[in-house]
């Protein structure tokens, strides 16, 4: 089977849980062409190497997100620009199918990649978008979006379960959707529960969109040498021009720049305790790996704080806004909650899956 299988590049997420999925595919014997840009097609590259063909075609502009005074009228305002974008995505995918043929198209958060002539499948959680204040005028508009994009797709696939599933109302209690065309077929990460010793006593890993990334960094490094234990800061940036953060750092600190795909999921394992945003995909690792977890979700970022906010209600994962963090003392009483609330299993997941497009 020739599987045409699109990945949003609006950050490394989109594509580390589409790896399970694809070498799946692969390991059937389906020919497999990806299509992504950016560090996302790089990462797939790096992890997939010559075991499919890759196109490169660019994304649509990122949605503007940030809470704000004039929230509703900069939605409103560039609503028709990423509606007119996804429809010229749509028009530039047409012409990749213009040139090959394909039995099945598999679309990462890429909503332009779909064909009425052959079985097209969109991965989502975001069903529903979450309203800084849960403004209902927003959540309905972009629930309402979403169940006309609907009628282009086969299914809707959420990497969520059904019954208690860890997204809350970013795929669940919808109201406009068409839930006969929706696929609850389990979380998916790409990392793997390692039989190696739980040595790191803390991971933190810093990570997102600048300015925030930065300030939560300045925040953590002026606190984290007060923290006791084996510790491993991840700073998601180059240090070239800033030796000097490794001279301020205790003994019991391990320092890096980034951390590739495969080094990341062996610290991941080894850490007994994270430190995190709270993204769904970071949200998705966690559980994969059983681990305790405290975030700091990116401010404005309603996604990350909606997500952060419902586990922590859950007595899963505490969690805490960065402009309040205090190290020590958060770090106390995240150590009382539970962590993940259900076990993974990958095989089964992928399984659904690929039962379902088959289907």
């Known amino acids: 089977m020739r599987v045409l299988y699109g990945v949003c590049s609006w950050g490394l997420g989109h594509a580390t849980r589409s790896l399970p999925i694809i070498r799946k595919l692969i390991n059937e014997k389906n020919e497999v062409t990806v299509v992504s840009s950016g560090r996302s097609l790089e990462l797939l590259k790096l992890e997939l190497q010559d075991k499919v063909s890759y196109l490169e075609l660019e994304d649509y502009?990122?949605?503007?997100?940030?809470?704000?005074?004039?929230?509703?009228?900069?939605?409103?305002?560039?609503?028709?620009?990423?509606?007119?974008?996804?429809?010229?995505?749509?028009?530039?995918?047409?012409?990749?199918?213009?040139?090959?043929?394909?039995?099945?198209?598999?679309?990462?958060?890429?909503?332009?990649?779909?064909?009425?002539?052959?079985p097209s499948f969109l991965i989502t959680h975001q069903l529903r978008v979450i309203a800084p204040k849960r403004i209902k005028l927003i959540e309905n508009s972009f629930e309402r979006f979403n169940s006309y994009i609907q009628k282009c797709f086969k299914s809707f696939m959420v990497p969520d379960y059904e019954a208690n599933g860890i997204s809350g109302d970013l795929a669940h209690n919808l109201n406009r959707i068409n839930k006969d065309k929706l696929v609850y077929f389990g979380i998916m990460s790409d990392f793997k529960k390692l039989d190696t010793q739980e040595d790191v006593d803390f991971l933190f890993s810093i990570s997102g969109p600048e300015p925030q990334r930065t300030v939560l960094e300045k925040l953590i490094l002026q606190s984290?040498?007060?923290?006791?234990?084996?510790?491993?800061?991840?700073?998601?940036?180059?240090?070239?021009?800033?030796?000097?953060?490794?001279m301020d750092l205790n003994e019991n600190i391990q320092l890096y720049e980034f951390l590739p795909q495969e080094d990341r999921e062996l610290v991941m394992n080894r850490s007994k305790f994270i430190i995190s945003r709270s993204g769904y995909s970071t949200l998705m690792d966690i559980y994969a790996l059983g681990k305790k977890a405290m975030f700091i979700p990116t401010p404005q970022q309603t996604e990350q704080e909606y997500l952060a906010q419902l586990h922590m209600e859950r007595g899963n994962f505490f969690y805490v806004d960065q402009n309040t963090l205090n190290l020590s003392r958060n770090l106390e009483e995240a150590k009382t909650y539970n962590g993940p609330d259900m076990k993974y299993d990958l095989e089964k997941n992928t399984e659904k899956f690929l039962q379902a497009i088959h289907s």
């Not at 047409?94 to 958060?109: C, R, T």
């Not at 984290?224 to 490794?246: F, Q, Y």
């Open 224 to 246: 984290v040498n007060e923290v006791s234990g084996k510790i491993i800061l991840s700073l998601g940036r180059n240090l070239d021009d800033d030796e000097n953060v490794k």
């Open 61 to 118: 502009p990122l949605p503007y997100t940030e809470r704000s005074k004039v929230f509703i009228l900069k939605f409103c305002l560039y609503s028709p620009k990423l509606i007119k974008s996804m429809i010229d995505e749509h028009y530039r995918f047409m012409k990749i199918l213009d040139k090959k043929k394909f039995d099945i198209i598999i679309s990462d958060n890429r909503y332009g990649f779909f064909y009425r002539n052959i």
